[in-house]
């Protein structure tokens, strides 16, 4: 097989003149490797150098959380600058070792929070996670409104935490609008339920997406990336759909932005995970068909992720215009350089063979773990291995989740004690 003929190796650049050495993504895993202060440390550096040297053109890191108060996950890393800058730039040094272009995805989990983290997260509206089951009843809080001043501090947040990640090192960042996290709570009809400039119409729910983007574009060099992972739909009745989704790609053409990741879903409907039925998911690249709906539209480049496995179908999205990069997650966890395997013949396919569980939810969350334990295992200085059990392995994530949450608890009341002493000015966190 003809390595330099194919079309995922060949660098592409971006509008601001970055360039990617090829088109394969290692798209956003989170990691939850974050130190006992929430910031990056030798578990997550090792991790970064192992990808750093897998052969990706773009590496993105998992989210990055850009307010201490909301967290997707209790193992994250909480983006702050002061004393903290050496240990962003010791990651953006491993991620960029091989030569990667390297970003950091930066986001807010709105009301996607385990209330075992908060029990009453911030969203748009006072609307809950709804997922069916009595198990799930008491898995999520009834979020709280925001109200317009926390918008705007949100906003900033998100500009604060990119101009940290250009000064630590990295070479851009993403922000986080898809999966049901904040910045895609607003899109959504079913979870903006509000009256004023920030709900409503499309052009007034998108409006906190758009302010970012310009914002971390005003403050940043032309040289650091800016990109949007962005939902192609929520696959929901009555949620954001792919018509909305084209319009929002209207709206991010007047922005230029350097990259468009498009994927689908959230918590309430996970086709991220492929794990819904909807309209044009495949079985193999979810949301290619998207994608190509989107292409004469997007004046950006455009990635997508979900579901690339095969070489040939990452090729044919890319040799046939619809796909820019494609972005891959869950086989870098089990083969740390799959883009190198893919780019030099030595695969033609990364597939990720998890064996399966009768029960749906389990079977997506022993899923989810059992990737979260490769990502551990790299960054301990392990090979990736299948666990033996993957509800013994769920279990196990479970009691970590628990610990890192009371961690987190000691850490907020710390925190706490640290703003009491701040003048007004100065309480940032
Ligand atoms: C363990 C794990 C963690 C993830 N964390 C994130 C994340 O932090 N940000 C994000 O945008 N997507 C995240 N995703 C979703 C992936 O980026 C990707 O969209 C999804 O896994 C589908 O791609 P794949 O089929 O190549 O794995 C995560 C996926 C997995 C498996």
Do not use: C
């Not at 750093?52 to 990055?64: D, E, K, R, S, V």
């Amino acid at each position: 097989m003809s390595t330099t003929a194919s079309p995922l190796s060949q660098p592409l650049r971006l509008p601001n003149g970055q360039i990617l050495p090829n088109r394969i993504a290692k798209a956003s895993m989170e990691e939850s490797l974050a130190d006992d202060d929430f910031l990056p440390g030798e578990k997550m550096i090792r991790l970064y150098k192992r990808w750093g040297q897998g052969g990706a053109g773009l590496l993105l890191t998992g989210n990055a959380m850009v307010d201490p108060y909301a967290l997707t996950g209790p193992g994250n890393v909480i983006v702050r600058d002061n004393g903290s800058l050496d240990r962003f730039k010791r990651w953006a040094e491993a991620g960029k070792s091989g030569g990667s272009k390297f970003w950091m995805q930066i986001n807010h989990p709105g009301r996607q929070v385990f209330s075992y983290i908060s029990e009453t997260p911030v969203a748009p509206s006072a609307v809950k996670v709804h997922i069916p089951g009595r198990m799930f009843a008491k898995v999520f809080g009834t979020p709280r409104a925001l109200s317009e001043d926390e918008i705007r501090k949100i906003i900033e947040r998100f500009i604060q935490a990119a101009l940290i990640a250009e000064k630590a090192g990295f070479d851009g960042v993403e922000v986080h609008a898809a999966h049901g996290y904040l910045l895609n709570q607003f899109l959504s009809p079913l979870t903006n339920l509000r009256e004023d400039q920030w709900g409503g119409s499309l052009e007034n729910r998108a409006r906190i997406l758009i302010e970012i983007v310009n914002g971390i574009q005003a403050r940043t060099k032309k040289e650091f990336s800016v990109g949007v992972k962005l939902n192609s739909a929520d696959f929901q009745g009555g949620g954001f759909r792919e018509e909305d989704a084209i319009q929002v790609v209207q709206m991010l053409n007047k922005t230029n932005i350097d990259l468009l990741e498009i994927s689908g879903g959230n918590y309430e409907s996970p086709a991220m995970q492929g794990g819904e039925s909807n309209g044009t998911r495949k079985r193999e690249a979810y949301f290619l068909e998207f994608a190509k709906k989107a292409r004469s539209t997007a004046k950006m480049p455009l990635m997508s992720t979900g579901g690339f496995r095969s070489k040939n179908v990452m090729e044919d999205a890319v040799a046939g215009g619809a796909l820019d990069v494609i972005g891959i997650a869950a086989p870098f966890a089990f083969e740390p350089d799959s883009a190198f395997q893919l780019l030099s013949g030595k695969t033609n396919s990364v597939d990720v063979k998890i064996p399966n569980l009768s029960n749906p939810a389990f079977n997506s969350l022993s899923k989810m773990s059992a990737i979260r334990l490769q990502l551990r295992r790299i960054g301990q200085g392990q090979e990736p291995k299948l666990p033996k059990s993957l509800i013994g392995n769920l279990i196990l994530d479970q009691i970590r989740s628990r610990r890192n949450a009371k961690r987190y608890k000691k850490f907020l009341k710390i925190l706490e004690f640290q703003n009491a002493f701040k003048k007004p000015a100065d309480t940032k966190d």
